[in-house]
């Protein structure tokens, strides 16, 4: 069997344990020569697929104390998407723009749902970083971890965790290929405050349609900033 069907085949295999195992994140893994007898695979293959493992956030080595399941966070996903971005932009390709499509079809489709029965405490949550913004817009800079913040908070009313993670995936992606790549402006941050004020009086309100037609403009600046040229 070639080397690298090998390690896919080894990291099937301890992948298959975790789930029949019934391990969740920070669980203790066999050790390298527990899994070499289990596997009937020789040790070189086991530490080649621990190591891919770890690279995908699967599994986590504490070196000098075993192997443990790892967080199975985005985070491969976050760098993989964003280093592609990279890589386009630099072709001449609207990568940037792309991304942002994808975050904007993603908040609008969810607000409208949200805005039907957003509890009070987050509500009160966003009314907070709302207020925090106009701070910060005053001060010349919305900051970007009130942003991530805000964006966070809006869909923890649905309960749904990869969502979030999804969501947050492609925030953080499209901000890190633009701080590195992009040399348009950025927005105004009292228009920003601005928008994100009005995203949480149409919630307040009760009012899907507007609230998704706020996100839209939300939306409207960064579209131009990074709409394709020609």
């Given at each position: 069997m070639p080397r690298g069907t090998m390690s896919e085949d080894v990291q099937g295999q301890i992948k298959q344990l975790i789930l029949a195992r019934r391990l969740v994140p920070g669980d203790a893994l066999p050790t390298e020569a527990e899994l070499v007898q289990l596997l009937d695979v020789s040790r070189n293959s086991v530490r080649e697929a621990l190591k891919a493992l770890q690279a995908m956030r699967i599994v986590e080595i504490r070196?000098?104390?075993?192997?443990?399941?790892?967080?199975?966070?985005?985070?491969?996903?976050?760098?993989?998407?964003?280093?592609?971005?990279?890589?386009?932009?630099?072709?001449?390709?609207?990568?940037?723009?792309?991304?942002?499509?994808?975050?904007e079809a993603l908040e609008a489709g969810l607000i409208g749902a949200v805005a039907s029965g957003l509890p009070a405490e987050d509500l009160a949550v966003l009314h907070g970083l709302v207020d925090r913004m106009a701070e910060e817009a005053a001060a010349g800079r919305v900051e970007v971890l009130t942003d991530r913040s805000f964006h966070l908070a809006l869909y923890r009313s649905l309960g749904n965790h990869l969502l979030s993670e999804v969501l947050d995936a492609f925030w953080d992606a499209l901000r890190?290929?633009?701080?590195?790549?992009?040399?348009?402006?950025?927005?105004?941050?009292?228009?920003?405050?601005?928008?994100?004020?009005?995203?949480?009086?149409?919630?307040?309100?009760?009012?899907g349609d507007r609230a998704v037609e706020a996100m839209h403009r939300h939306f409207d600046g960064l579209r131009e900033r990074l709409r394709p040229k020609g």
């Open positions: 070196h000098g104390f075993g192997t443990y399941v790892g967080s199975l966070s985005l985070d491969p996903f976050v760098e993989g998407v964003a280093f592609r971005a990279a890589v386009r932009h630099h072709q001449g390709e609207a990568s940037l723009y792309e991304l942002m499509e994808v975050r890190r290929v633009r701080d590195d790549f992009d040399g348009s402006p950025h927005a105004d941050p009292l228009q920003t405050w601005q928008q994100h004020r009005e995203i949480v009086a149409a919630l307040e309100a009760g009012d």
